[in-house]
């Protein structure tokens, strides 16, 4: 059994594919990560900053240049 996953520095990364992109970061804005390099297609960024609105995005873009989108409940 894994134990539990923590956030080991300032950078938020949680989890990261074997080529080194990542695939699950967490940070207090949304606006670090979009469009820059290194972040998976489909690579979650949890918002954690306790505001309201969107807490969770995804990585529409491509692992060059990130785009990442709020995901909403249809």
Do not use: P, W
């Amino acid at each position: 059994m894994s134990g539990r996953h923590r956030v080991q520095d300032a950078s938020g990364v949680v989890a990261a594919a074997e080529n080194g992109d990542v695939l699950i970061v967490a940070g207090a804005d949304v606006a670090d990560v979009h469009g820059k390099a290194g972040y998976a297609v489909g690579c979650l960024f949890i918002h954690t900053d306790g505001s309201a609105g969107n807490a969770l995005y995804c990585n529409e873009g491509t692992s060059t240049v990130s785009d990442f989108d709020a995901v909403t409940i249809a």
